[in-house]
């Protein structure tokens, strides 16, 4: 069975309707780095083991693997960890399911209102792309931090509504002020960049580009402006 690949959609309402976190070890998690897990493993359909797992958790015969019921984000590592242990059906399984069953229905929603709403598609995507060259350019990163305060906060669980925006690794928007927006850095370090798309060269790092500044100092490389 060919393995299921995730749309920009799919991925975006799979995080935000489970608060942005790893199901696993239940820490926040960007979402450039997110892995979409199956909490009945994808390798079992076609199985006749899948048949009495679902028997054991008294799940419908043709209970879908690749649904918005089955699916939870995760960090890569924490998958691939836990795909080195046999899946056994204990009751703590069946807990996640009908967890992820209830939100099902708000899931299909962010997954449309993302589809709806050009803004958000195309940061998400821009997102990825800067992830993948490792390279944003200033007007983008405004444009994201914008985007995450305006479109995705409306979406976010109740409880994230004013957590940081974990984009990417080194892309995390923690809020905005009315002229400037606070950022996190891949350490940590947090860090001011004013709003406005003529900013001064000096707001750029000299080393790795459009950054975040703590005092004099790079929120994404650490390095001192003065160096
Ligand atoms: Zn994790
Ligand atoms: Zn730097």
Redesign the pocket.
């Known amino acids: 069975m060919k393995k299921k690949t995730f749309s920009r959609a799919e991925r975006y309402a799979v995080w935000t309707a489970h608060g942005e976190r790893c199901w696993l070890c239940r820490k926040p998690m960007n979402y450039a780095e997110m892995h979409i897990d199956h909490i009945i493993p994808e390798a079992l359909v076609g199985t006749e083991e899948l048949k009495s797992v679902l028997e054991t958790f008294k799940l419908p015969p043709d209970f879908d693997l690749n649904s918005w019921s089955n699916w939870m984000p995760a960090h890569g590592p924490c998958n691939v960890d836990k795909k080195e242990h046999v899946f056994e059906p204990a009751p703590i399984i069946l807990k996640y399911i009908a967890a992820a069953r209830v939100k099902s229905n708000e899931v299909q929603r962010l997954h449309d209102r993302f589809l709806a709403n050009r803004k958000l598609d195309v940061a998400f995507a821009q997102v990825i792309q800067a992830y993948e060259d490792k390279n944003l350019s200033s007007d983008q990163l405004m444009e994201l931090a914008k985007v995450a305060a305006h479109e995705h906060t409306p979406n976010r669980a109740a409880d994230m509504k004013d957590q940081p925006v974990l984009l990417a690794p080194g892309i995390t928007v923690l809020r905005e002020n009315t002229d400037q927006f606070i950022l996190q850095g891949p350490s940590g370090m947090v860090g001011v960049r004013p709003k406005g798309d003529r900013l001064h060269s000096s707001w750029d790092?000299p080393?790795?580009g459009v950054?975040g500044w703590s005092g004099a100092r790079?929120i994404?490389?650490g390095?001192f402006s003065d160096d």
């Open positions: 790092c080393s790795c950054t790079c994404r490389c390095q």
